[in-house]
């Protein structure tokens, strides 16, 4: 069935019939749903994984060039 097909056979259902299925949907979409992704808590996972004793945590072009050698590492060695 196509969404222009169901679009049309919901055009054809009762109002009643047509707010069981919108509750339906809701329903279903609600349990699919993913939770919000805590941004700052991963900032600061990742800041911890980076984090060396003793050591600043590594600036843009330092993550850079440690991105690159590992690209290099992976695909190239």
């Known amino acids: 069935m196509t969404l ?8 054809q259902l009762s109002a009643e ?7 339906r ?3 279903t979409l609600k349990t699919k749903q993913k939770p919000p992704i ?3 808590a991963l900032v600061s996972q990742l800041q ?3 984090h060396r004793p003793g050591q600043s945590i590594p600036s843009d072009t330092e993550l850079e060039s440690m991105r690159d050698e590992r690209l290099v590492e992976k695909y190239l060695v």
């Open 48 to 50: 911890g994984c980076l």
């Open 4 to 11: 222009q097909e169901i679009q049309q056979a919901i055009d």
């Open 25 to 27: 949907l809701m329903r």
């Open 17 to 23: 019939e047509q707010l069981v299925l919108l509750d």
């Open 38 to 40: 805590d941004r700052h």
